[in-house]
């Protein structure tokens, strides 16, 4: 008997995993596009079309080849390696609930381990260089205003890409003291204050923002007036970090991303003296084990740290000295 991989996709995205599981969006979209390109790879490999795939064709064998394709020919990372794995042990997991004749296939594709990961330190900026990317902005131009004001609410926040991607109107406060609410993760919400600075330049650029669509409420609007991509808020990012590696030259070996901000902000904000649970909690991180990298590549505060512990004395070389007895010998040879 046969089992149409399609027979269970839409099962699959529309109630298992929002419903039963209640996996939020975000996630179910990179579901979704992980498991897309499984069955584009497979129907390649098999030469027939994805509609036509089995459940039978999708062998650990087939996975195995096809993260090692993720990797290798897409050049992904062991991190989006991993990740196009989780979902797809989550397919078939599902498909294991759902047909018990397909049990055995699913165990071994879901015993298919995750790939280790070397720990690797991250890019962020000194101040200099932050200051460096702002000050690249123009503001004459035609976006100038909107994009400082993106600069400076990122390095004021220290905000996911996605949290600033879904940002509306009404989660801005101009009161005594400017504050963002941000949504995070795991639908968790928290508030950061703003800089003046950065309340002055929000309200310079809300005079000049104009949607399409009056009924748009995202804060950040594209070029065409659209509510702003994560790849959009990449490609202004990119854009002021090459024009700030013209002027300050000890960017041009690192990475400026949305993320080289987000590293920025907390790296800031613990060299302030700022206890490291506050900053957990500044970022919206779930574990607190996931700010201590900041600590691990803070070599000012761990230069700092040792200057406040005493080296050991150490004594001055000696040299070695005969015992007497063996300087007797010798003497006595010499009679």
């Not at 008997?1 to 269970?8: G, Q």
């Not at 991993?82 to 599902?94: G, T």
């Not at 003046?196 to 609007?221: A, C, H």
Request: contains cysteine; positive net charge.
């Amino acid at each position: 008997m046969k089992y149409p991989l399609a027979n269970y996709m839409k099962r699959f995205f529309s109630h298992y995993l929002p419903v039963q599981k209640g996996i939020l969006v975000n996630t179910i979209y990179s579901y979704r596009d992980a498991i897309k390109l499984l069955l584009c790879y497979a129907a390649d490999i098999l030469g027939r079309p994805v509609d036509k795939l089995e459940v039978e064709d999708i062998t650990e064998k087939m996975v195995v080849a096809y993260l090692d394709y993720v990797e290798q020919e897409r050049k992904c990372s062991s991190n989006t390696r991993n990740a196009r794995l989780a979902a797809i042990r989550s397919l078939f997991d599902f498909v294991a609930r759902e047909e018990p004749a397909l049990l055995q296939q699913c165990q071994k594709i879901r015993a298919i381990p995750l790939k280790r990961i070397h720990h690797q330190t991250v890019d962020y900026l000194e101040e200099k260089e932050m200051q460096a990317i702002l000050n690249a902005v123009d503001n004459k131009s035609r976006t100038g205003i909107r994009d400082k004001a993106l600069l400076l609410l990122l390095y004021n926040t220290g905000a996911r890409v996605s949290e600033i991607v879904e940002l509306k109107l009404n989660d801005l406060r101009f009161g005594e003291v400017g504050q963002v609410h941000l949504e995070g993760k795991g639908k968790k919400h928290r508030n950061c204050p703003l800089w003046p600075e950065t309340v002055t330049v929000l309200q310079d650029y809300l005079e000049q923002r104009s949607p399409k669509n009056p009924e748009i409420k995202n804060l950040f609007l594209n070029a065409n007036d659209a509510p702003i991509s994560r790849f959009g808020i990449r490609y202004v990012i990119n854009k002021y970090g090459a024009i700030a590696k013209e002027q300050c030259s000890s960017i041009e070996t690192k990475t400026v991303n949305p993320h080289t901000i987000r590293h920025t902000t907390a790296m800031h904000l613990l060299r302030s003296g700022n206890d490291i649970n506050m900053v957990s909690y500044w970022l919206g991180h779930a574990n607190i084990n996931t700010t201590h990298i900041y600590l691990e590549i803070d070599m000012d505060t761990k230069r700092q740290m040792l200057e406040k512990a005493d080296a050991p004395v150490i004594k001055g070389k000696e040299h070695w000295h005969k015992p007497d007895i063996l300087q007797w010998l010798n003497n006595l040879a010499k009679k």
